[in-house]
């Protein structure tokens, strides 16, 4: 076989030549972990560049949606598997150790709003994609994941009241009981009623046409990330750290947070509590 390069195709080589994954009572739970990966991070991601950095980030999105620490280090465990069973047969050459899971570990990555809209430039006026800007916006000033924001529907929205019901509306909600309901900033309403105006069903959903393939669209951002100088600790996932950032530099208290972004524990929260320099200096004048 010729040398690996992409995660799908370690993960895929993994699977039909490891012994245990073969046939042991493993199997299904490897899978399980493996796709965590595949889903944040896309099957075409490099494995040269699954760096010890890159899984920090990621531990800290898996954080954000609910997991626990024993989870995220299976799922660090299973990353490390694959790569690992690759590079002892000569596919993968040096392959890092990746650390498990601590409370503490990690730097929260965030877009600055000029960041933003530079992203937004590019994929309109370089790639010629209106379709990744606006989604670019939306994910960005409303703080939802990737997955929430690709089930979105028409009924979700309320424009009489100004808000966007998560996890569906407050008489019927989703089994994770996760509902909550985010205010539309005035930067994303005129897109957020053209798209409703468009829905001919109030089912549709609002991104659901453009962006069928999660993979699409991650490719997407990071081609346009990548024009706008950011590496690749800056992904699609950053744009809901930097709705948290924005809101707790503006003040918001945390608790509000918690509940805007549907966090489930308040401690995930606090990581998007850094102070930056701005902030510092507001807390200081506030003496």
Not at 88 to 95: K, T
Not at 208 to 230: H, M
Request: positive net charge; glycine residues 6%.
């Amino acid at each position: 076989m010729t040398e690996i390069r992409t995660w799908e195709q370690a993960m895929r080589y993994t699977f039909t030549t490891r012994h245990t994954w073969r046939h042991g009572n493993g199997k299904q739970a490897a899978q399980i972990n493996c796709n965590h990966f595949t889903r944040l991070r896309g099957s075409s991601f490099p494995v040269k560049k699954i760096t010890q950095p890159i899984i920090a980030q990621i531990s800290i999105e898996l954080e954000d949606e609910g997991k626990s620490d024993a989870t995220i280090n299976r799922i660090v465990s299973a990353v490390s598997t694959v790569l690992r069973h690759c590079e002892f047969d000569g596919l993968i050459e040096n392959v890092p150790k990746y650390r498990r899971r601590q409370e503490t570990e990690g730097r929260v990555t965030w877009f600055t709003k000029p960041e933003v809209k530079q992203l937004q430039n590019v994929s309109t006026n370089v790639f010629q994609r209106q379709d990744l800007s606006e989604i670019i916006g939306f994910a960005a000033y409303t703080g939802m994941r990737q997955g929430e924001i690709l089930k979105i529907r028409k009924k979700d929205i309320d424009l009489v009241a100004n808000k966007i019901h998560v996890g569906g509306v407050p008489t019927q909600v989703t089994k994770a009981k996760n509902w909550r309901a985010i205010p539309i900033h005035e930067s994303i309403l005129e897109l957020v009623t053209d798209r409703c105006s468009q829905a001919s069903r109030s089912d549709i959903r609002i991104f659901g046409d453009e962006w069928r393939d999660k993979d699409q669209l991650l490719r997407a951002f990071k081609k346009a990330n990548r024009l706008i100088g950011k590496d690749e600790a800056y992904v699609f996932h950053t744009l809901r750290h930097s709705y948290a950032t924005w809101l707790a530099e503006a003040g918001v208290p945390i608790r509000s947070i918690q509940s805007l972004c549907g966090h489930k524990r308040v401690e995930t929260t606090l990581r998007y509590a850094h102070a930056s320099d701005t902030a510092l200096t507001d807390a200081m004048l506030a003496i």
